[in-house]
């Protein structure tokens, strides 16, 4: 694991110009919204527009806003590459040979997958390949902190989406098999689940009848749990009570992403981030759906490649998208929950 300093790569949209001649950047514009129900008029403005900001990766996962540095942290996951984005300097690698320390080939997706800001500010990372949960501290250059790589013996499959509660401590995060060299058929497998480490540092394995669990968000008051699951079968949001302790409660279908068209090969359920109103904004068939907290489809952010997650950023008013080979972004009138907060 090595840190790199700061330097323009791949495609980036935004050019540097002197500051006296300064402009507001420009940005290549794609997709469309889909409006399904007037109530997106009160979170996205009829004109906004849906903006490449850097481009030429192989798969994108995991974006995460770090409020006190004002930029964005997301992965490739394909080539073990976590990159960093700001609106100042542009794109730059952050971290090499992330998610997996081992000899390669490791299977299609070795690197590291969600991200997310615990209480204080560092880093905690899902790693495919390494098949743990890390933290990795920001405000210093010291190297990660593997908090688990196993739950009652048994190594996880392939750490995929971290979540911070903002109240009781705990730390979830799905494993699903879909990190391994063999995928469902690896003869590495366990049961995939959605865990919570606690404040202690116990593990618990909290949903194990899921077979793709995979993005997290919790809601604004924290009582809620919603949980994507990836699978072409059952492809749905589940929502879970959260007690006061950090379990989790009984299960409820929140929405069903079986009743969206199929726009592109292999969409299903994947990252997913809510605002201050209860709306879940996530990834899936045909983009970005935005869900009202009962449940309906309000509209439909789409890039025109896979989404597969997305956060909130700068001042908690713009999305930014993980779409395929793009990084996109896009101006909200809805202000969104921060990782972290």
């Known amino acids: 694991m090595r840190f790199l300093l700061p330097s323009l790569l791949l495609l980036s949209f935004s050019a540097a110009i002197p500051a006296a001649t300064a402009q507001p950047a420009r940005f290549t514009t ?27 990766f192989s798969h ?62 560092n880093l905690l990372v899902c790693e495919h390949g390494d098949r743990r ?67 202690k540092g116990t593990v618990t394995r909290e949903i194990s ?40 409660g009984k299960s409820r279908v929140f929405f069903d992403m079986a009743t969206l068209p199929k726009v592109r090969f292999k969409e299903v359920p994947d990252g997913l981030k809510t605002d201050r109103a209860g709306n879940v904004w996530a990834s899936g068939p045909g983009g970005i759906s935005i869900i009202s907290p009962t449940g309906q489809l309000l509209g439909t952010i789409d890039t025109g490649e896979v989404a597969a997650n997305c956060a909130w950023g700068d001042d908690g008013r713009t999305l930014y998208i993980a779409s395929g080979p793009w990084l996109c972004r896009i101006r909200t009138k809805a202000e969104g929950i921060l990782s972290g907060r």
């Open 30 to 56: 794609t997709g469309r919204v889909l409006r399904h129900a007037p109530a997106l008029d009160q979170l996205l403005a009829p004109d906004a527009q849906i903006e490449i900001v850097a481009a030429g």
């Open 60 to 121: 994108l996962e995991g974006p995460v806003w770090v409020p006190d540095s004002s930029m964005l942290l997301f992965n490739d996951t394909k080539t073990r590459t976590l990159y960093r984005w700001t609106a100042a300097r542009g794109l730059s690698k952050f971290l090499e040979n992330s998610g997996y320390t081992g000899r390669l080939p490791y299977g299609d997706e070795p690197g590291s997958n969600g991200l997310a800001l615990d209480d204080h500010g």
């Open 133 to 199: 949960l890390a933290r990795l501290p920001l405000a210093e250059k010291s190297g990660k902190i593997s908090l688990t790589d196993h739950y009652k013996g048994q190594r996880y499959n392939s750490p995929n989406d971290v979540l911070a509660h903002p109240t009781n401590g705990s730390l979830y995060f799905t494993d699903p098999p879909y990190g391994l060299p063999g995928k469902e058929n690896d003869p590495r497998r366990q049961t995939a689940g959605v865990y919570r480490l606690d404040a």
């Open 209 to 248: 009848d899921l077979t793709r669990p995979n993005g997290l968000a919790h809601s604004p008051d924290g009582r809620t749990l919603y949980v994507s699951v990836s699978d072409s079968l059952r492809p749905v949001l589940l929502a879970y009570p959260i007690g006061v302790k950090g379990q989790l």
